[in-house]
T-cell receptor, first 110, second 113 residues
Framework: GIQVEQSPPDLILQEGANSTLRCNFS?????LQWFHQNPWGQLINLFY???GTKQNGRLSATTVATERYSLLYISSSQTTDSGVYFC????????????FGKGTTLSVSS | NAGVTQTPKFRVLKTGQSMTLLCAQD?????MYWYRQDPGMGLRLIHY???????AKGEVPDGYNVSRLKKQNFLLGLESAAPSQTSVYFC????????????FGQGTRLTVV
C-alpha cells in the first residue's frame, strides 16, 4: 500500500515562530489533506490540497504531486496551534481509502 | 447540518462482550471509513466502504466486522471485545468521484477491561 511519512515527528516552538511540516508519499494521489488534532481529540480539516498552494490565515500548504510531497507552513505560531498535525492521502486508483501518516506533534509555548 | 455523527462517545466493555458503533452521515457521501487511533500510531484504517452494500478491509481488520446496509450509516462491530481493542475510534466519510475530501466524526473512546 501507499506509504505516508511525516517530518519532523516532534516540534517545539516559542510563540511567534514560524514552522514547516513535511509529508512525503509513495504513490500518485487524488486526495491529500492536512488535519489538526486539538488537545480534545477533535480532527479539524485544515486543507484539502491534492495539488497547488492554498492559504488560510496564518496557515498555508503546498503540494507538489509530481514529486510526491506536501508542506504545511505555520507562521507566527500561537499556543492554540499546539496539537498533532496529520497528513492523509488517497491513491488515484478507484476504490482505495484515505491513509494517514503518523503525525507531527507541535508544542507552542508562550 | 450534523455532518458525521458517532454513537456512543464513550463506552466501557468487559472482555468478551460485544458492541456496535454507529456512524451516520447526512452529506450523501459514497465513501465511509472506520479508523482506530492509539498513542504513537496515528490513525490506522480498520474497514472502509465505497458505497452502499460494499465493505473492504483496511490495515487492521482483525476482530472487527462492518456493515453498510444504508448509504448514510456505517456500523462497526466487535463480536468479542479484547483489551487490545481499547482505543479511540473515528469514523469519516467522503464524496465519490473527483472530490474526495473526507470529514470526520468526533470519535468514540472505547475501553475494554
Amino acid at each position: 500500500g501507499i506509504q505516508v511519512e511525516q517530518s519532523p515527528p516532534d516540534l517545539i516552538l516559542q510563540e511567534g515562530a514560524n514552522s514547516t511540516l513535511r509529508c512525503n508519499f509513495s504513490d500518485s494521489v487524488n486526495n491529500l489533506q492536512w488535519f489538526h488534532q486539538n488537545p480534545w481529540g477533535q480532527l479539524i480539516n485544515l486543507f484539502y490540497i491534492p495539488s497547488g498552494t492554498k492559504q488560510n490565515g496564518r496557515l498555508s500548504a503546498t503540494t507538489v504531486a509530481t514529486e510526491r510531497y506536501s508542506l504545511l507552513y505555520i507562521s507566527s505560531s500561537q499556543t492554540t496551534d499546539s496539537g498533532v498535525y496529520f497528513c492523509a492521502v488517497k491513491r488515484s486508483q478507484a476504490g482505495t481509502a484515505l491513509i494517514f501518516g503518523k503525525g507531527t506533534t507541535l508544542s507552542v509555548s508562550s | 447540518n450534523a455532518g458525521v455523527t458517532q454513537t456512543p462517545k464513550f463506552r466501557v466493555l468487559k472482555t468478551g462482550q460485544s458492541m456496535t458503533l454507529l456512524c451516520a452521515q447526512d452529506m450523501n457521501h459514497e465513501y465511509m471509513y472506520w479508523y482506530r487511533q492509539d498513542p504513537g500510531m496515528g490513525l490506522r484504517l480498520i474497514h472502509y466502504s465505497v458505497g452502499e452494500g460494499t465493505t473492504a478491509k483496511g490495515e487492521v481488520p482483525d476482530g472487527y466486522n462492518v456493515s453498510r446496509l444504508k448509504k448514510q450509516n456505517f456500523l462497526l462491530g466487535l463480536e468479542s471485545a479484547a483489551p487490545s481493542q481499547t482505543s479511540v475510534y473515528f469514523c469519516a466519510s467522503s464524496p465519490g468521484g473527483r472530490n474526495t475530501e473526507a470529514f470526520f466524526g468526533q470519535g468514540t473512546r472505547l475501553t475494554v477491561v
